[in-house]
């Protein structure tokens, strides 16, 4: 086998005559490669879908790589060699295509085809050889299907094929329940029509009375509608009267408000009454007045207070002590040491004294002692004394000039310190500085001042002059609202008339539409009716709907009476269903008798059928559990029960472990291939994990089964435990294959 299907791809199975024994770990493709072989012999249902709990095989083996699946199968039948091919060409129809050629030669081999393939090849039709010789592990268990049951009736009775039990007994009972099942079939359907054309009868009587008192009510409730409607005719004389009167009056008032607004536009006309806008628009200029008269307050307080820092900032200038010079100025000044004469002092007069003396005597005392002897060092320390005094009276003078220094800056800046003059000067500079952005503020100031009380005065002379066109005595802003708010009410009650007499108009156009002339009566009612008009309306439509109730009732019977067709019709009918019901009373006894009849024989014919298949199964059973079970006892639906030895109390296969009852059913399986399936081209025998359930001894047993089984037919044994290889390890009849996950490489 070379499958494309499911989790196979392009996989290929080499199998051999006899017992093959495939072992192969879970999730590996046993149960894969049973569904293919199942699939290549008898198709797939392509009209089957997924339900609930169910997945149809298309989809379950729809080949996980994505290709179209595909098949190949390889067989020998008889003396011919034959290749199965089947592949899908349409999504719709997996594995529809099938070709069957003798084997390397691409000859068709004739009177095979898709359908037919599986039930000519193997002899049973799919149904049996899923029941019989194809056992999955979850269904060991044998379902009744009709042609299993043929096949094995027709073992013990004439060997035709072509008769069931529970196909002639579903017969018989489709026509009994045909005819009667509970409340439904042919009788009850008469017997409700029977008795509906009796209802009819009773009702015709009824409905030609009730008819009558109808046609009765319609006459009596017609002449209250006209009653009715006369005495509303004169509410709508009356009502059309006070019409005429209100449209009188409307028309009136209408006239009067035009010539209100007539009178009220020549005043405007005259008094030069300017439009609402321009009222507006002047209003709103007032507004905005005072609101620039609140920027020029602010401009002029702006300025004032401008020009206050501005005299605060040059006061600040005129008491620095550079006050008249730039700054640039200042920091030369302060940078350069002010030239003053130091002033002498009677100490350093004395000093200098002394030390002219000294270097005169020096110089007299070095001139005697060349001329007489007296010591040359005493010329020198006189000198000497006279030079020293030089270095003191300049330091004496230095120190003069200094203390003559501070004086002159203590004067002048208030401080001699250096680095607080340089302070002074920068602070000169700022103040400099300040003064100067005070002058501009002040400028600034000034010139938005001006501008706004231009703006101010400016748009005060233009609104007065336009306001004056109209009411001349407006010389100020006062005057000028007050005129405005004058024409403003003018307008308003201008435009008040105009609306009223707008609606004046419109109410009177629309009542004389609605109230054409010729709806005007000529003699008018002189009073209402005593009733009211809500009354009268509800009286009428109270009595309308009883009479249209009573002419649909009337109507309703003239219908039932006319669709029953008249006495005669319906006494025929009854006449007529009555005996229907007779003939198919006595037909349903007859197939009653028929059926229990059938039964009678179906009895004495399982009376045969159950010990040959029993028998067998026994046999086999008793084979694997090594005579613990003796007997085996099976019905028509292949219900199976167990009896063991030395026991008389039969085991049902429910009430047995899982592994016996797997047994059991082996063996009633095993027996029907035996006793049921063709013995010329056996079927082969697929078992997918078959024998799970089973214990090692039990399994040994079984296993010799199945290699004498294999002497008849080919036997594939599916299994994912290691003892079934175990077993036939050195046995060179039976062949053993270990798969991995990739079948074709074994």
């Known amino acids: 086998m070379s499958a494309t299907f499911g989790k196979l791809n392009q996989e290929t199975l080499d199998l051999s005559d006899g017992l093959n024994i495939l072992q192969a770990p879970n999730e590996t493709g046993k149960s894969t490669w049973c569904a293919f072989l199942l699939s290549m012999l008898y198709g797939i249902n392509s009209r089957e879908r997924d339900r609930v709990g169910f997945i149809a095989d298309k989809n379950r083996y729809a080949p996980w790589s994505g290709a179209a699946m595909s098949g190949r199968l390889d067989c020998r039948i008889g003396d011919n060699e034959l290749t199965l091919l089947r592949e899908t060409k349409r999504q719709t129809a997996p594995l529809g295509d099938f070709k069957a050629v003798y084997a390397g030669t691409g000859d068709e081999f004739p009177r095979l085809t898709g359908q037919s393939c599986g039930e000519t090849l193997l002899g049973v039709s799919r149904e049996v050889y899923e029941r019989s010789a194809f056992i999955r592990q979850a269904g060991l268990a044998i379902s009744q299907d009709a042609g299993l049951e043929k096949r094995i009736a027709a073992l013990i009775t004439t060997g035709e094929e072509d008769t069931s039990y529970s196909e002639a007994a579903d017969a018989l009972k489709k026509q009994l329940n045909r005819r009667r099942h509970n409340k439904t079939g042919q009788i009850p359907a008469l017997e409700l029509e029977l008795a509906e054309a009796q209802r009819q009868l009773d009702t015709l009587s009824g409905s030609e009375g009730q008819l009558a008192e109808a046609r009765r009510e319609i006459t009596r409730l017609a002449q209250q509608e006209a009653d009715l409607s006369s005495l509303l005719a004169l509410h709508d004389g009356w009502d059309a009267a006070q019409k005429r009167r209100v449209l009188t009056e409307a028309e009136t008032a209408s006239i009067e408000a035009e010539r209100t607004i007539s009178n009220l536009r020549q005043q405007a006309e005259e008094s030069r009454l300017p439009e609402n806008e321009t009222i507006a628009r002047l209003r709103g200029a007032i507004v905005n007045l005072e609101t620039v008269r609140k920027s020029v307050d602010k401009a002029m307080a702006e300025k004032d207070a401008a020009m206050k820092a501005s005299v605060r900032a040059e006061t600040a200038v005129s008491d620095s002590p550079f006050a008249g010079k730039s700054v640039e100025e200042a920091r030369r000044e302060a940078a350069a040491s002010p030239n003053v004469r130091a002033p002498l002092s009677f100490g350093s007069v004395l000093l200098a004294i002394f030390g002219v003396l000294c270097i005169a005597l020096g110089i007299i005392a070095l001139v005697w002692s060349r001329s007489f002897t007296i010591q040359g060092f005493v010329p020198g320390i006189l000198v000497a004394l006279g030079a020293g005094c030089v270095p003191i009276l300049w330091k004496l003078r230095s120190q003069s000039a200094a203390q003559a220094k501070n004086a002159v800056l203590l004067k002048r800046y208030g401080t001699a310190d250096p680095a607080e003059i340089t302070a002074l ?178 009895t004495e014919l399982q009376n045969r059928f159950s010990p040959e298949l029993g028998r067998r199964t026994a046999q086999i059973f008793s084979a694997l559990t090594d005579g613990v079970y003796t007997d085996v006892v099976l019905d028509r639906s292949f219900h199976l029960s167990a009896e063991p030895a030395g026991d008389t109390v039969w085991r049902d296969a429910q009430m047995l472990s899982a592994g016996a009852g797997d047994q059991l059913y082996l063996a009633a399986r095993l027996a029907i291939c035996e006793l049921v399936l063709p013995e010329q081209d056996a079927p082969p025998l697929v078992l997918d994990d078959a024998l799970a359930n089973f214990d090692d001894e039990r399994c040994k047993a079984a296993l010799r089964l199945l290699k004498e089984e294999g002497k008849k037919r080919q036997i594939l044994l599916f299994t994912c435990h290691s003892r079934e290889a175990a077993f036939f390890a050195n046995d060179p009849a039976v062949s053993v294959q270990r798969l991995t996950n990739n079948p074709s490489g074994v």
């Open 425 to 602: 000067v920068e602070t000169y500079a700022a103040l400099c500085q300040a003064r100067d952005e005070s002058q501009s503020a002040v400028v600034k100031a000034a010139a938005t001042y001006d501008a706004l009380y231009a703006s101010l005065t400016s748009n005060q002379q233009g609104i007065l002059l336009e306001v004056r066109r109209f009411a001349p005595a407006a010389f100020d802003i006062a005057a000028a609202d007050a005129a405005l708010r004058e024409c403003a009410i003018r307008r308003r009650e201008l435009n008040a008339a105009l609306s009223a007499a707008e609606s004046a108009r419109l109410r009177y156009e629309t009542m004389r539409r609605q109230l054409p002339e010729s709806d005007l009566p000529e003699n008018a009612p002189a009073a209402p009716p005593e009733q009211s008009r809500a009354d009268l309306n509800a009286a009428l439509v109270d009595v309308k709907a009883q009479l249209s109730a009573a002419q649909s009732a009337a109507d309703r019977l003239s219908g039932q009476i006319a669709a029953l067709g008249g006495r005669a019709a319906l006494e025929a009918q009854i006449e007529q269903l009555s005996g229907q019901i007779e003939t198919l009373e006595a037909e349903y006894r007859s197939i009653y008798l028929a059926m229990e009849t059938l039964e009678g024989a179906n």
